[in-house]
């Protein structure tokens, strides 16, 4: 074994910020999700609003990518993107997800497993036009996840579109929002010794069970 292997072997940390129990937390996981992350945004930590998305391909190899949320309440989790890319072509054969939010600051975690689909028309349109010029350049001049000759290739792609539609470009028919409807969720809080908190949501009808995992 490398030093560097076993130095990595040796890194230990203590968790010992907070606790996550039955009686402090929320019946209902959509509100102990946003009260976790308004209390990331308010921490500032990096990045409140990253997550994982974890796909599953045909063959049944899973991948994961790190995208922003740009949205939630009752119905679900929504981020954008373009939907010819390879997490994209995953979602069209399998439309089974996972999220995972990791605040390394507050030593948190939430997961959150369900089944994906897009979002209407009207709020991709809707939140596409709420970005700035270059990012809507961007997603008509990125072929996401294919293989490309060089950066210029996206530079010429830029000032292609760029050109023919100034100001106004509209969103591409490839590239919109998803949706997670949640079927299960897992709130993590890290505890001294290594045991962790684990609180988990499963969906039964038109309710939630909580149940505590061990660590």
Known sequence: ??????????????????????????????QQFDQWLQEAVRAQVPEPNAMTVATVSGDLRPSTRIVLIKGYDARGIVWYTNYDSRKGQQLAGNPFAALQFHWVELERVVRIEGRVEKVSAEESDAYFASRPLDSRIGAWASPQSQVISGRSVLVANAAKYSAQFLLNPPRPPHWGGYRLVPER??????????????????????HWIRERLAP
Not at 22 to 27: F, G, T, V
Not at 185 to 206: A, I, M, N, T
């Open 1 to 30: 074994m490398s030093s560097l292997s076993s130095s990595i072997a040796d890194l230990r940390k203590s968790y010992e910020r907070a606790e996550l129990s039955e009686s402090a937390s929320n019946q209902n996981p959509l």
């Open 185 to 206: 969720w897992e709130f993590w809080q890290g505890r001294k010794s290594r045991l962790h908190d684990r609180l988990s949501y499963r969906q039964e009808g038109q």
